[in-house]
């Protein structure tokens, strides 16, 4: 993951540096720059995925530095303010030019991992996963087996203690946000078979408890609704580890996890696949010392 922090300040530098390199990514490339003008130059041979940006700075502002990479550059690298700057007017003027946030200074660590994270995972690409999913009649799944003992035996494999009890659908504006999506597929085939949903707290218990953090860390993720790079590859892994309850008509080949997301709030294609779908499993999660969590499995 690569970041450029633009800001005069060599202070605050390190501190966006420090807080940056907690929020869980592997293999972290990071640079810095001090004016406008110096990031414009790095651009030019080297795109990151976000650019954390000062709005007062010499020569070029923060807004003038935004639309400069809008121009040249385009839509693909995210840029978000960390700042001083609390106009109304001129933050409508930054989101207005494609501001990803603005995070006032001073701010608490929690808030600018929260702000990067909900950009890098960004919930719009599960939207446009299931959107642009067709259906192929072939790859029909014949067999739907979300089997609880299988889920514990998966978890078995960790330790982590589970009680694992099947449950009445409940509405998906209930669920804790965000929310883990998996969407799974045949190996051959982008064509959308089924979707298995882990809510807040399921996401970070699983997630966290695989990642060998403390009950303490779980707790804090749950309490900030903040899911940590370690947290949210680990419960992607254990989606991944549930493709083989749901296989196709095709040979009855298992399904893989094509793609996992972060979603921050429900979409209309999410809401319709969970009133009407092809079968739905739906089971509580409770995890002594730890809380309790929500999974659903949903066939397309």
């Not at 660590?109 to 009649?137: N, P």
């Amino acid at each position: 993951m690569k970041f450029l922090v633009v800001d005069d300040s060599r202070a605050v530098q390190t501190i966006i540096k420090r807080i940056l390199a907690n929020t869980g990514y592997r293999d972290i490339e990071l640079r810095v720059a001090s004016t406008g003008e110096e990031a414009v130059a790095l651009l030019e041979t080297w795109t990151p995925n976000l650019v954390l940006t000062d709005w007062h700075m010499p020569g070029m502002t923060g807004l003038e530095l935004l639309q400069a990479i809008r121009q040249r550059v385009g839509a693909d690298i995210h840029v978000g303010f960390v700042t001083t700057e609390s106009s109304a007017r001129n933050i409508e003027a930054a989101y207005r030019n494609g501001a990803a946030f603005v995070v006032t200074k001073p701010f608490v660590q929690e808030t600018l991992q929260q702000a990067v994270l909900t950009v890098l995972q960004d919930g719009a690409s599960a939207e446009q996963a299931i959107e642009s999913s067709g259906r192929e009649s072939l790859l029909i799944p014949t067999r739907f087996n979300p089997d609880p003992q299988r889920i514990r035996q998966l978890l078995g494999l960790s330790s982590i203690v589970c009680q694992i009890e099947p449950m009445a659908p409940i509405p998906v504006d209930r669920l804790a946000l965000p929310y883990v999506i998996g969407i799974y597929g045949h190996p051959q085939s982008k064509a959308l078979e089924a979707v298995c949903l882990l809510d807040l707290n399921a996401a970070c218990i699983l997630g966290g408890a695989l990642a060998g953090l403390s009950p303490a860390a779980i707790h804090a993720a749950i309490a900030s609704a903040t899911l940590s790079r370690e947290i949210y590859e680990n419960a992607t892994a254990f989606l991944a580890d549930l493709s083989g309850m749901i296989s196709t008509g095709k040979g009855g080949a298992p399904l893989v996890l094509s793609t996992s997301h972060l979603v921050q709030k429900p979409f209309e294609k999410l809401y319709s696949l969970w009133r009407q779908n092809n079968g739905r499993a739906d089971f509580s999660l409770s995890f002594p010392g730890l809380g309790d969590g929500f999974i659903a499995f949903l066939l397309s």
